[in-house]
Each structure stands twice: as C-alpha cells, then as structure tokens.
C-alpha cells in the first residue's frame, strides 16, 4: 500500500511542479507513463482479489517501464519507432482496460 500511495504522491507532484523533461527522453515518458498504469491497474485489481503482494508490484511496475522503453528505444534505432510505440500502447492499454473492467465488477458486482 505504501508503494500505491508513493506512487500517487509522485503524480501529484509531477502535475504540480511540472518538471521539465529532456528531449531525448520524451518520446519515452508516455510509454513510461502507459506501463505505469498498466502496473497500478494491475495492482489494484489483485488488491481486490486479495492477492496483492508489493514485491510483484514494485517489480511488475519497474519492468514494464523497462519493457516499453526498450521497446521504443529498439524501435528508434529500427526506424519503425511510432509503429512501435503504438503497439506498445495498444497492447497496454488493452490490459489497462481489462483491469479497469475486473476492477468494475469486483466493486460494483456488474
């Protein structure tokens, strides 16, 4: 629980301050930003299912940024980078919405 609330923290205060990100790595932060929610989503869902453990979402969280950045980076350097980084986030984003709707049920039983 204390990583999810970090994690809220550091948003919030991402919205506030506003740091500024370097050019060489902003085709990276919504990647980074996808896979982190990925990693939220995921985490709250097995919260609900009552098998959450921080360990696997501290780890599930890191190398999905990872992950997609690789992805990215590898998509850069083939040249095919926006390709990639669309399937990249339809893939996520697939799983976001999947959690998103398990989550729905659990809490609304719909």
């Known amino acids: 629980m204390i990583a999810v609330a970090g994690l ?14 370097p050019a060489e790595l902003q085709p990276y932060l ?8 990925d990693a939220l989503f ?3 869902r097995a919260r609900l299912e009552e098998v959450f453990d921080e360990r696997v979402f501290v780890t599930s969280f ?12 590898l998509g850069d350097q083939l040249g095919v980078g926006s390709q990639l980084s669309t399937a990249v ?8 919405f999947s959690n998103a709707a ?6 609304f039983k719909a």
């Open 42 to 44: 995921g985490a709250i």
């Open 102 to 107: 398990s989550i729905r049920r659990h809490v």
């Open 30 to 37: 919504p990647i980074a930003v996808v896979a982190a929610l």
């Open 8 to 21: 809220i923290v550091g948003v919030v205060l991402g919205l506030i301050l506003q740091p500024p990100v």
């Open 89 to 96: 986030v339809v893939v996520l984003g697939i799983r976001i």
């Open 62 to 73: 890191l190398f999905n940024v990872l992950i997609a950045a690789f992805l990215v980076f």
